[in-house]
Structures are given as structure tokens and as C-alpha cells.
């Protein structure tokens, strides 16, 4: 497999994923520069001129979401993914999705420092809603982790939110609040993520 990526992208996120997975030793990683990122090789490749970007034999998917999704299916022996029938994998799937989109969306409003009630005017055509429903919707999530957001079984999906809100947190873009900490601390503890720096200073 080959992984077009960049230091400074999204990307990132798929990093521990690699290592949950143990494949990170399987994978090409490809460092696409920003200045050649619309170059026409590369867009063969991604026409949307993003990356990241996986590679899989005749297999290709952007967007971390879909990566996500991808690999822990394909490596499903690690249980990373609940079965296509598990009565748990709608839950996991809208984790997932959660992220890539609302939460995704709100980041990068708040980044971008749109004012609170241009957002609040333009509400229903924003998949997030407002920052109200996004916080409604994490603190529900973190209250019924038991202890992981499909029950007792560790997931993909909770890789990926909690690689989300620590990154929102040390950024100022999410506040800390205490809903997050027990669940951002059981994370914490994965061999996969022990070398995210930002994230390991997240105090308890």
C-alpha cells in the first residue's frame, strides 16, 4: 500500500491507526509537498488535490473517514470494526461520520473565526447545526462510553474522535470540558498514541 500524505495535513490522523492495525511496516509513506500538490501526477492519483490519499493495489481512498473505515475492515481479524451485522455497527459508523463532518465542519469555522451568530443565522444549512448541538452531542457520546463508544470493545472510531478532541483542545478550539477527560484518559493510554506529544499533555 502506499500513503500520500504531509507532515502538515490531516493525515496525521491516520498515523496511529497504522500502528493499532500493526501494518505501519506495510505501507509506503509518500510525502506530497503543497507546492506540487496540484501537480498533474498527483491529481491523477486524487483529483480533488488532498491529501491524505490511500493506495491499495486498484484500490484508492481520500478522505480520513473512508481510510478509517477501509482499513479496519480490511484487517477486521483485530477488531478494530464491529461485523457488517453487529447491532453496533451503526454506532460506530456515526462516530466516525461525526467527525469527518460536523465536527470537522465546526473546527474549521471556529478556525476561521466565522462570528457565533453568522452560524447561528445560517444553522440549518450547516451540518454541525450550531456549536450548542455540537457540544450536546460529544458530552452525550462521552456520558455513554462504557467504557468506549460502542461498549466494552476498543474501535477504530474511538481512535479517531479522541485524536479529534485532543487536538481541538490544545489548539483552543474546543474548551477541555469534564465530560471529555475519562475518556480522553483511557485513550491516552494506547500504545499507538504514546508518541503524540500534544496529546499526552492533555492533563487528566
Known amino acids: 500500500m502506499k500513503y500520500y500524505s504531509n507532515k ?10 497504522f500502528k493499532e492495525l500493526g501494518i505501519e511496516n506495510d505501507i509506503e509513506m509518500i510525502e506530497v509537498d503543497y507546492a506540487k500538490i496540484h501537480d498533474a501526477e498527483y491529481l491523477s492519483i486524487n483529483p480533488m488535490g488532498k491529501v ?22 480490511k484487517y477486521d481479524e483485530k477488531g478494530l470494526a464491529p461485523a457488517l451485522h453487529d447491532p ?3 454506532e460506530y459508523l456515526k462516530w466516525l461520520f461525526f467527525c469527518h463532518g460536523p465536527m470537522t465542519e465546526y473546527m474549521d469555522l471556529k478556525y476561521l473565526q466565522v462570528p457565533a451568530d453568522q452560524i447561528e443565522q445560517r444553522r440549518s444549512a450547516l451540518s454541525m447545526g450550531n456549536e ?5 452531542f460529544l458530552k452525550q457520546g462521552m456520558k455513554q462510553a462504557d467504557p468506549y463508544l460502542t461498549g466494552e470493545k476498543f474501535t477504530a472510531a474511538d481512535l479517531y474522535l479522541a485524536y479529534w478532541i485532543a487536538y481541538a483542545v490544545q489548539f483552543k478550539i474546543l474548551p477541555y470540558l469534564d465530560e471529555f477527560k475519562p475518556y ?13 506529544e500534544w496529546l ?4 487528566p
Not at 502538515?8 to 491507526?17: E, I, M, V
Not at 499526552?200 to 492533563?203: G, P, V
Open 88 to 90: 453496533m455497527r451503526g
Open 8 to 17: 502538515q495535513s490531516r493525515g496525521n490522523t491516520l498515523l496511529p491507526l
Open 200 to 203: 499526552q499533555q492533555l492533563a
Open 52 to 73: 491524505p490519499c490511500l493506495v491499495d493495489g486498484p484500490a484508492v481512498i481520500s478522505e480520513t473517514a473512508a481510510i478509517y473505515a477501509y482499513l479496519a475492515d
Open 184 to 196: 480522553i484518559q483511557r485513550i491516552k493510554q494506547r500504545e499507538s498514541v504514546q508518541d503524540i
Open 132 to 136: 450548542a448541538a455540537v457540544f450536546a
